[in-house]
């Protein structure tokens, strides 16, 4: 099974790979970084509402899928997982959209708060274990229409 998991990865990143040229738009993001690039389809959670909700209740993701949480200026975050019944990996990032910290698998209904850090502007949800399976780690870069393109490290 993990020898499965683990080529579907592969299959994931080198076909998002081939695919990085094209252009961004609002409903997607690129992530980059040592182990290669990488494409999910977002919903975006950019208003206090969609904020409060985001994938509560939902009883499962598809692995290409994700919740970009946008805020308008950058602040220090912390997120839980009330309501939420999936493992979530969250991927912290600050306004130039630099992944400056990952937390890995949180637990589904925990209350516990997780603490991303402060100067935080972004805050991407994926399936949980995928960001270790994929070789994500802290420095990752996103491509996305949301970040300053004046100050974004990898600029659409």
Known sequence: MRLVRGCIAMLFVMVSAHLAAASCSENTVWIRG??????FSVEIADTQ????IGL?????MPSSEGMLFIYPRPQPLSFWMRNTLISLDMLFVDPTGTVTHIHHEAI???????YGGDGLTHVLEINGGLARL??????????????D????????
């Open 134 to 147: 994929l070789g994500i780690e802290e420095g990752a870069e996103l491509r996305h229409p949301s970040f």
């Open 56 to 60: 509560m209740n939902r009883p499962s």
């Open 108 to 114: 589904p209904l925990d209350e516990t708060s997780i």
């Open 49 to 52: 509402r969609s904020r409060a």
């Open 34 to 39: 040592d182990f290669g690039e990488a494409r």
């Open 149 to 156: 393109q004046n100050n974004a490290a990898w600029a659409c």
